[in-house]
């Protein structure tokens, strides 16, 4: 490992504390010159620092996402082995799916503080102030990207808010098909594109902040707004925690667990016998949800008593 990461990592993990400059040589054997030369080289990674003549160098918080900490000792199997961090881009789905030949068939991850056109589905935006969110994509390498689509998109925004729970204790709930909630208010939203045989899980966490109530078609929430402050979130766990889920995930589906996922799903979903108006390719229906199926889509019951199937890719619930 080089020098600057070997000093990203001591500092990291002193989540804000101190480091004399004295520790940091000991501790990495290199001399002051090669420690200052590796400072301004995470400087340059969007690193800041804050020096005090009485106790040293910290890492000041919010910490970038950075790559290195990110990927550091990460235990996955089939996602999120090569990462990759932008400062901004118009958005990261686009970046995984151009960086394919990059990937060189591993698991790639894209992060961005800023995305100039972020997308939502069917169309929509996203919105997100520059380095208040989790903006990241995951590009599923050959294997995993011949699960079925509608699964792993339910999939997907379970394994959001399971790793959001897991990395700082909120509960959310989901509505279909991976809209991930608090109360009436959207905290993250998952967006899964397919582009040939290549699949890209899209999603955007609001973490320090949300978008404003006028620019959204429903009300917004953020972690630092259910938590009441920032001091205990960290951008990079909540990302690890996500992606060591979505892993999880995409192992349990190659094992066929979709009855697994059908009633975690359903049990963060209180959808079931709500009479809701959908639209689906280009037509309006309504009707009572009865069930959400993880290979056909949300099955609702027409007024006729028929049982009709709306997959995720094509429905959306209107108001
Ligand atoms: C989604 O679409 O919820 C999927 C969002 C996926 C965003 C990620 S960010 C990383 C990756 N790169 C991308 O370009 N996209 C993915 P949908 O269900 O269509 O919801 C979109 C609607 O949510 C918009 O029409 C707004 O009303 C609302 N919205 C936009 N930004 C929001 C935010 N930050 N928080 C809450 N709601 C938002």
Same mark, same amino acid.
């Given at each position: 490992?080089?020098?600057?990461?070997?000093?990203?990592?001591?500092?990291?993990?002193?989540?804000?504390?101190?480091?004399?400059?004295?520790?940091?040589?000991?501790?990495?054997?290199?001399?002051?010159?090669?420690?200052?030369?590796?400072?301004?080289?995470?400087?340059?990674?969007?690193?800041?620092?804050?020096?005090?003549?009485?106790?040293?160098?910290?890492?000041?918080?919010?910490?970038?996402?950075?790559?290195?900490?990110?990927?550091?000792?990460?235990?996955?199997?089939?996602?999120?082995?090569?990462?990759?961090?932008?400062?901004?881009?118009?958005?990261?789905?686009?970046?995984?799916?151009?960086?394919?030949?990059?990937?060189?068939?591993?698991?790639?991850?894209?992060?961005?503080?800023?995305?100039?056109?972020?997308?939502?589905?069917?169309?929509?935006?996203?919105?997100?102030?520059?380095?208040?969110?989790?903006?990241?994509?995951?590009?599923?390498?050959?294997?995993?990207?011949?699960?079925?689509?509608?699964?792993?998109?339910?999939?997907?925004?379970?394994?959001?808010?399971?790793?959001?729970?897991?990395?700082?204790?909120?509960?959310?709930?989901?509505?279909?098909?991976?809209?991930? %909630?608090?109360?009436?208010?959207?905290?993250?939203?998952?967006?899964?594109?397919?582009?040939?045989?290549?699949?890209?899980?899209?999603?955007?966490?609001?973490?320090?902040?949300?978008?404003?109530?006028?620019?959204?078609?429903?009300?917004?929430?953020?972690?630092?707004?259910?938590?009441?402050?920032?001091?205990?979130?960290?951008?990079?766990?909540?990302?690890?925690?996500?992606?060591?889920?979505?892993?999880?995930?995409?192992?349990?589906?190659?094992?066929?667990?979709?009855?697994?996922?059908?009633?975690?799903?359903?049990?963060?979903?209180?959808?079931?016998?709500?009479?809701?108006?959908?639209?689906?390719?280009?037509?309006?229906?309504?009707?009572? %949800?009865?069930?959400?199926?993880?290979?056909?889509?949300?099955?609702?019951?027409?007024?006729?008593?028929?049982?009709?199937?709306?997959?995720?890719?094509?429905?959306?619930?209107?108001?």
């Amino acid at each position: 490992m080089g020098l600057a990461n070997q000093i990203l990592e001591l500092l990291y993990d002193r989540q804000g504390g101190f480091f004399a400059l004295e520790e940091l040589v000991r501790a990495t054997d290199a001399d002051h010159a090669k420690v200052e030369e590796a400072l301004v080289e995470l400087t340059q990674r969007g690193h800041r620092f804050e020096r005090s003549p009485a106790h040293g160098v910290r890492l000041m918080r919010p910490t970038v996402m950075d790559a290195h900490l990110i990927e550091r000792n990460l235990s996955v199997e089939h996602i999120g082995r090569y990462v990759l961090c932008f400062n901004e881009v118009d958005s990261t789905n686009d970046i995984a799916f151009s960086s394919i030949s990059q990937a060189a068939g591993q698991a790639l991850v894209v992060t961005a503080e800023y995305q100039r056109a972020g997308r939502g589905r069917l169309g929509r935006k996203w919105f997100s102030p520059s380095g208040s969110a989790v903006l990241a994509s995951v590009l599923l390498h050959r294997q995993a990207s011949e699960l079925p689509h509608e699964a792993l998109t339910l999939a997907a925004g379970l394994s959001v808010a399971e790793g959001i729970e897991k990395s700082t204790g909120v509960t959310s709930t989901l509505d279909w098909p991976n809209d991930v %909630v608090i109360g009436e208010s959207k905290l993250a939203g998952v967006l899964v594109e397919v582009r040939g045989k290549e699949v890209v899980i899209g999603f955007g966490i609001n973490i320090f902040s949300s978008p404003p109530a006028g620019k959204l078609s429903r009300r917004a929430t953020c972690l630092a707004k259910e938590l009441g402050g920032i001091s205990s979130l960290e951008r990079i766990e909540i990302l690890r925690t996500v992606l060591g889920r979505m892993d999880w995930w995409v192992s349990a589906l190659r094992d066929g667990l979709t009855d697994e996922l059908h009633d975690l799903w359903c049990s963060r979903c209180g959808m079931v016998n709500r009479r809701i108006h959908i639209q689906s390719s280009g037509n309006r229906f309504t009707g009572r %949800v009865i069930d959400v199926s993880p290979l056909e889509g949300l099955v609702v019951l027409n007024d006729n008593g028929q049982r009709l199937y709306f997959p995720a890719a094509t429905s959306t619930i209107v108001k």
